[in-house]
């Protein structure tokens, strides 16, 4: 199609809009949404996300480019520009339990879920069978932590070969090293079993059971090498009680898990997410 | 203070935004928070909010709305630009039950409701005590369906005399004339204590606890000819259960009611409301 | 296993859960939960549902209901004993849409619905596919209300054929007829796609669009021969805005819907459910 | 009025239910709600709390006492018997922020907080007025960590003097010593603005500013010598985002601390809570 969406984060000041939506008009495009966002509108950074529809879109792409560079650079513009043609490819990585995978590939099923799902990724066998029959390929590849480097090579190979622009962590249960995650910034998408800050790390469950809290919750966020403390996209909760053992807390909490995940990975998908900083700007 | 707040409905097509913040950056105003919607991009109508600051702004009212009369009508635009500086005038009709208007009297005493309250009116005498310590004009003016013009006109006197914008019913139990809603069109915001359009009318908790919901609710609505069938502000809900009696309800929904009526309320001081046909865009 | 849930509806009066507890405690059986609702303690409708563990309890079945008819009569009980070995048998109706049928397939295949998914019956072919592969058998019968009698009667003879306990409705849009209902009383569960009573009959999502609620919605209830009049089991919302159209209020609440019927499914399953009057306690 | 509630706790056997429903049959009680449960029906911790009513309640209080204590012998249960009529006494502390305070009194004003607000105490000046306009009595107490010692010595001789109950921390901003603590064993209910366990401590606004939660929440806990890790009685959470500010963040979390104070005050009063090792059974 001929839709595409503009990112901006640049220091706030007067004229901003006011360019941006000169040069879209004057590339004959109509805005379709646009969502901006200002921490400070004397000098605060401004954040801008406008979609739009343009004809001939494809042809123009690095003419269009081109030209915006210059408007970029009177406002000191970190910037992107993607076209809803080029259908993001996406990684599943996936341990054990496969609510979340499930899910997913349902989402995507049923057609709500815009992403080429280019392959999956496990270090367990479990997944297979469902996986390829979707015609979907399917990667076992064990891992622990002895190997870890080892496994990483062969992941990247793999995310490489298939082209791949971001993963995603349907609760794949181990620690990425500082140099796999270098690779993907801002693009490794993980659920945690947990309403964060509380609860980082192994057996959220557990955990929350012995604390004896009241709300259980689950949290999507993009992964950077402090574990669990990358920008959240998203989060929700769920109500328990003093009946609810650890194992129905688990069950509660995959609810929460398949829909949260489900949630910030079309949100990425659908470029409304801007990082800033620890944090995120979700449009 | 320099701020106010443009908004606009009008049939899309290219060009709009870039000419609306075109002129602002012409008057050398800063835009601090923009909302926008449309219909549909391709000729359907258009909405946005535009929070500005613009220096000298009251001293140059009178020009801005001049100049901008011309932007206007090229795009076929309705438009209101509303100067923070100039206070709403509220009035607060209540009856017997209190939680609504206390709420907002709370509210409003800790700064957090940006309005001139300018009188209380009520059907009964309950309230009048604690809203004159406020310092606050009360008015008791009995009212039953037998004397309803006599009433109103009092009513509307008094509008008229404080100069009142617009009307909050925090639980006034009369219904209005269609002469009385025709003074104050979109400028009476009503709250009804049921999850409309379920339990339209009289009674909606005695009606809830028979229909054994288990989910109860509060709307808020600008109020029409129609009775509760007004454009929705804002709802939210309760959980109930079986064991909870009429009396319950009615405790859980007061909470409900608070909260519901007081973010409308904020949401309409702020501008952040446009009416389209029977509905709301809330931004 | 040795475990059994006794139900009882009574006229209150002091001297029922001692007379309960201790023909239990004499049977040597042990309570594992209990819950119990008084509707007024001075002669007011009693409920009470206790679920226990109890030595050879199968063997035992005929001289437990036996010696429990005397408490029954002493107290006017209407009782059911259900034994939890004899897992419940369920036919699922569905029409096109499939996400409430993959949900409840789903939450089956992972364990965490104990009932026997004896048969799918559909008025279409779709689902055929996926239910096969389960190895459950799936019959297509087509149905228009022409001829809804004799859809009817081949529907009955496959519930009979099976042994069928209860019937679920996952989003099946054919209007069953009273001699169907009579078949089955309190035992056909029905996904109404609206926050009930709001929307009663058909397009809930389009009226609700048309009428700008804040939240959207679904119920799970019995079906009765009043259409989406019967005894509520469970409802939940979801938040919606201005933006969200027909098209994603549908997609939003099918999330709902999702969640919704399988909590009443598993409610039921667990005769957590005691029907009284028009309404439901849930245990 | 003759209405009490007997909590128990004890190791589950069998017979526990059939013994003391038996015994208050005995007595001529009648059993108005009854809720139970057990951590392990094999051994595991058992729990109840029945509330009855019974002829001349008041004037058979030792006697009814006595006789129990055989049965709570021969099941080893720790037990209490609360008369309802015997109205427990309340001390609120309070700093500066006053919206807890004011939700609790304005609760006790419309009936709904069955307590004695016996006397209010604050290291501010600022709650005085309204408080007193209520009749009742305020103390002001300057309060640093310097002088917590003589403080809470006034503080407990006030407690003594009036014949407090227990204490609501309706915002004290005061930490308190082991000593005072000692004092009121699980009758000190504070709230926390914070969903714990994030946010231990100081400062939870800013804390979930900066780390860019997506919702942000409220904890109600009984207070022990370690900083909020007492037993949780409630938690709720409210939906933000990235447009709120601290002071944003402050004024939703007041709405909820509001509330879910409100709650577990309401539920320490009807003696619906236990507290076992560190968590708490809310029946």
């Given amino acids: 199609k001929n839709k595409a969406r503009l990112l901006i984060s640049c220091p706030d000041k007067p004229g901003i809009v006011a360019a941006v939506s000169k040069f ?6 109509n805005i379709i949404e646009s969502n901006q966002y200002s921490m400070n509108p004397e000098g605060g950074e401004f954040f ?9 879109l494809l042809e123009r792409q690095s003419e269009i480019k081109e030209d915006f560079r210059q408007i970029a650079e009177a406002f000191s ?4 520009l993607m076209f809803v043609a080029e259908t993001k490819k996406v990684a599943i990585f996936v341990s054990k339990e496969q609510h979340c ?3 997913l590939l349902w989402e995507w099923q049923s057609g709500d879920l815009m992403a080429d799902i280019a392959l999956v990724i496990s270090n367990h066998e479990d997944a297979r069978e469902f996986v390829e029959s979707l015609d979907i390929p399917f990667y076992h590849i064990p891992a622990n932590k002895d190997i870890r480097k080892q496994v990483e090579e062969q992941q990247l190979q793999l995310l490489n070969q298939y082209g791949v622009d971001f993963v995603i962590l349907a609760r794949y249960m181990q620690i990425l090293t500082p140099d796999f995650v270098a690779e993907l910034p801002n693009r490794i998408i993980n659920i945690h079993h947990s309403f964060l800050p509380a609860f980082v790390g192994a057996k959220p469950y557990e955990r929350a059971y012995n604390r004896g809290v009241k709300l259980i919750g689950a949290t999507s966020h993009y992964v950077t090498n402090d574990l669990d403390e990358g920008p959240i996209i998203e989060q929700d909760i ?3 009680d003093h009946r609810d053992d650890v194992a129905k807390l688990k069950k509660i909490g995959q609810s929460i898990e398949r829909s949260v995940l489900a949630k910030a990975v079309k949100w990425h998908l659908e470029d ?3 990082v800033h900083e620890n944090k995120t700007i979700v449009f």
């Fill in 238 to 240: 769920s109500r328990v």
């Fill in 101 to 103: 995978l499930l899910e």
């Fill in 48 to 56: 801008i996300r406008i979609e739009f529809e343009c004809p001939n």
């Fill in 24 to 29: 879209l008009f004057g590339k004959g495009a």
């Fill in 272 to 274: 409304r997410v801007i």
């Fill in 77 to 80: 513009m970190e910037w992107k």
